[in-house]
């Protein structure tokens, strides 16, 4: 491991790379502020920023730069203008926007950016230990445990979409799925499904999509709703004062502690991710708080806002753990993290730690690195990003429209492409207005070939689909995605027939 | 905070049956998909396969007859409502009944530009349609100080055009064809 983090150390500590982690987070913080936009956003607009690199060990800094840039930046503006720009960050509004209308906006963003930094840094050195401990298991698995493992994170991402939605992610997981198989597959040199348009030929980019489904919607709900982008109201006079007592301190650094682990936990699992991690992390500390400090919960509590803070940041580290080991993402944002390496032909999975070390562990010290540039460059300029909040939204919106149209026409360099952005993203919207996850497409979409591929491979080594049969590792997993589908469909209906019989 | 969240709660109590009919439409279409989607997997597909391509375990329909038979169970038990689900949980962040409260002639008219703009991009150049389309955007929204925001227009899309295919080395055309 000792090796491992030398050769890290080695390509991190080069300009190039060090730029890379600033102008990532810096970036991702200026951007991760404006309501609206979230993580994934950002991280589509800026892939072909880091595809242009070339270097994919620079290009994955920068985007996990950004990642956590963008979390932080979030932070800052539910802090400030109760207006979250990332939904992670939410909980952090629960007890932040209280302190910053209570005149303590500079303490309250104090203790988000340690919060912020402790829960990233914890994250990043479990992150360390966990990685190639599962790596070394991974190795072990074949194209038919591979299938398998797919099929069991697809529906754990489904299965974690929360009681009522099972459903319609796992037809949004369908949707990405054949979504997938449109164009020429590697297998066969057979175009498939593209209704005789050419330029689907090589299938639909996963760009556009990314675009399409996260970038156009949430600005088409900004367009549609002026209030969603609550501007104006960001007194910078307020941020000024930056300094956090000792007891704070000494208050918080125990709910720091709890939230980074259980935080770096829930991000691990597939689907869960740093929202889920957010809202569990503030409901623990505010059930285990002492009488006094819990009614204090919801009107600026300091540990209040770390809790959130802490597991959002330490959830996005460990979403790393899946993406690295197993090439797996379990959310949204580690999905585009997946297609832009995949896009520099860098295949994560077990095999990253051996053939491309440096990308494996360049991006872990990086991200003790960003979450230092987070703390110490970030943090005394947020009063001058800040300003960034008041920018009229009628300047603000033809530039975010701008930027998605060209984040996915520098990559395929057509305007078909164009247009297939803007009529996937007209469908996307429908679909958030119907309460439909996007995640899980994108994710299948993603997973879409490489699922295709292992199952592919296993039917030919084991002549038809007697591999189910005859691995027990494939069987055991795929038995394990059923259940993680049905139980929970199961015990609701449960849940209400006692219900239903309790009341007459 | 907790003043909206009450409202969104209340209101989908009072229309739960009301509620699920968009999301239910899109699982008929979903189906609909599915099923036009498996014709082509089930039927037409193999007809072309060679012969050679026949004696294999896998075919290229192989997979999408499996998530044809999938989409068709999952979106019909969405269509069918098998799943309870409970609107408590869950608020809308925009109430699409109410769409035409929403400023909904911007939005169409802020995509019907997007769509211009891809089709312009090539012909008219990047910076001329580029300038043109944050100005159109702008004025859509409702702006009119028209000095500003040609200026702004203007310096914002040489300088990306000067990043993009300068910097980053991505070849953009930046003036109409007849000029370059």
């Known amino acids: ?504 | 905070m907790a003043v909206p969240h009450a409202r969104d709660a209340g209101r989908a109590g009072h229309g739960c049956i009301e509620s699920m009919s968009l999301d239910r439409y899109i699982a008929l279409v979903f189906v609909l998909l599915c099923l036009v989607y498996g014709h082509t997997a089930f039927i037409t597909m193999d007809q072309g396969l060679p012969p050679f391509m026949q004696l294999n375990p896998i075919w290229p329909s192989t997979f999408p007859k499996v998530l044809s038979v999938l989409g068709v169970l999952v979106g019909t038990s969405v269509l069918l409502g098998i799943e309870k689900s409970d609107h408590t949980a869950e608020s809308a962040e925009i109430n699409y009944r109410k769409l035409t409260e929403y400023r909904i002639g911007q939005a169409l008219a802020l995509l019907s530009l997007m769509a211009v703009y891809a089709v312009m991009l090539r012909p008219a150049g990047f910076i001329v349609s580029t300038v043109l389309f944050l100005m159109t955007g702008s004025a859509i929204l409702g702006e009119r100080r028209w000095i500003i925001m040609s200026a702004i227009a203007s310096i914002a899309s040489v300088f990306i055009w000067y990043l993009v295919d300068q910097v980053l080395g991505i070849f953009m055309r930046p003036l109409p064809a007849f000029l370059s």
């Open chain 1, 1 to 504: 491991m000792l090796e491992g983090i030398l050769i890290g150390l080695g390509t991190v500590l080069s300009l190039t790379n060090l730029l890379m982690v600033v102008a990532g987070c810096l970036v991702g913080t200026f951007i991760g502020m404006l309501p609206g936009l979230g993580p994934m956003s950002i991280i589509a607009i800026m892939i072909p920023v880091a595809i242009s690199i070339g270097d994919p060990a620079a290009a994955l800094i920068l985007l996990a730069g950004v990642y956590y840039g963008a979390i932080f930046g979030g932070s800052t503006s539910s802090i400030l203008i109760n207006a979250p720009g990332v939904a992670s960050t939410v909980a952090s509004s629960f007890d932040g926007y209280p302190m910053a209308r209570a005149g303590k906006a500079g303490k309250a963003l104090t203790v988000a950016a340690i919060s912020s930094f402790a829960g990233g840094t914890i994250g990043a050195i479990l992150l360390m230990a966990f990685a190639p401990m599962l790596a070394n298991v991974a190795l072990l698995f074949h194209s038919a445990e591979y299938f398998a493992l797919m099929v069991v994170g697809l529906s754990a991402i489904a299965a974690f979409a929360g009681s009522g939605q099972i459903g319609k992610a796992l037809m949004m997981t369908v949707l990405g799925l054949i979504m997938a198989t449109v164009g020429e597959g590697v297998l066969f040199n057979l175009p498939r499904f593209t209704m005789g348009i050419r330029d689907l030929q090589t299938g639909f980019g996963f760009i556009t999509l990314a675009m399409a489904m996260f970038a156009l919607p949430e600005t088409i709900f900004l367009i549609l709703d002026p209030g969603r982008s609550g501007q104006g109201c960001s007194d910078t006079n307020a941020i000024r004062n930056l300094k956090i007592s000792r007891n704070e301190v000494r208050s918080i650094v125990p709910v720091v502690g709890r939230q980074s682990l259980q935080g770096f936990l829930i991000g691990v699992l597939p689907g869960a991710g740093a929202t889920i991690a957010s809202f569990l992390g503030y409901a623990v500390e505010r059930n285990i708080a002492d009488k006094e400090e819990k009614a204090e919960f919801g009107k600026g509590s300091i540990k209040g806002l770390a809790a959130p803070e802490s597991a959002n940041n330490a959830a996005c580290t460990g979403s790393f753990v899946p993406l690295l080991t197993l090439g797996i993402p379990g959310s949204g944002t580690t999905a585009i993290l997946l297609g832009a390496l995949i896009a520099l032909s860098v295949s994560p999975g077990p095999r990253l730690m051996i053939d491309n070390p440096s990308v494996f562990w360049a991006v872990i010290i990086s991200m003790y690195i960003g979450n230092l540039i987070l703390l110490i460059l970030n943090l005394p300029l947020i009063p001058y990003i800040a300003r960034i909040l008041s920018v009229p939204r009628n300047y603000l919106i033809p530039f975010i429209l701008f930027f998605t149209l060209m984040g996915a026409y520098i990559g395929q360099n057509n305007a078909t492409e164009l247009l297939i952005l803007i009529m996937m993203g007209i469908i996307a919207t429908i679909l958030r207005f119907a309460g439909y996850p996007l995640a899980p497409a994108l994710i299948g979409f993603i997973l879409g070939s490489m699922l295709e591929n292992n199952f592919a491979r296993s039917m030919q080594l084991y002549d038809g689909v007697g591999f189910i049969l005859e691995r027990p590792m494939t069987l055991g997993l795929l038995v394990l995605a059923g259940l993680l589908v049905l139980v929970p469909g199961y015990r609701a209906s449960r849940a209400r027939a006692q219900a239903g019989n309790a009341a007459p």
